[in-house]
């Protein structure tokens, strides 16, 4: 009360955000394999998946498998509440937060990204932060040191 207030000049000055923070979700392509339980889970239902099957063969199996492969991926951002349901509903990791908040539009049907456009995003995700030195360590650590 006693300081006098200050105003960013946000276009000329950027912002200092704290790490991690939320932006835009992203998406890793190669770890989706299109369960459909971020789009099942999302309140909003803003995400649209399209998918097919594909057959692989493989040497020495009895028969080939099948494997869903991901035609369509795309977050309607106009209607998003950036809740991040569907990036802890995802168990392969396909989803992330990235710390980008600059995607604005002219046209509010620009806000519908695609699975490239999301792809795109992936190089702005932080990494994660280090695990505790003196905590226990993960399942994966312990396999790779037995």
């Known amino acids: 009360m006693t300081r006098r207030s200050t105003t960013q000049q946000y276009p000329d000055v950027q912002p ?15 770890n ?19 998918s097919h099957k594909e057959e692989v063969v493989v040497p020495g199996a009895a028969r080939a498998r099948q494997r869903n492969v991901l035609d369509r991926f795309d977050i309607d ?29 002219h046209d509010l049907r620009d806000l519908l990204h695609d699975k490239t456009r999301l792809g795109e995003w992936m190089a702005t995700v932080p990494p994660p932060p280090a695990h505790d030195p003196n ?12």
């Open 16 to 30: 200092e955000l704290p790490p991690r923070s939320r932006g835009v979700i992203a998406l890793l392509e190669e």
């Open 32 to 50: 989706c394999t299109v369960c459909m339980l971020c789009a099942r889970e999302c309140p909003d239902w803003c995400i649209y998946i399209d």
């Open 77 to 105: 951002f106009s209607l998003c509440m950036y809740c991040g349901i569907c990036i802890e509903a995802c168990p392969f990791d396909a989803l992330y937060w990235t710390p980008e908040f600059e995607y604005a539009e």
């Open 135 to 146: 905590g226990e360590p993960s399942k994966e650590e312990k396999a790779a040191g037995a």
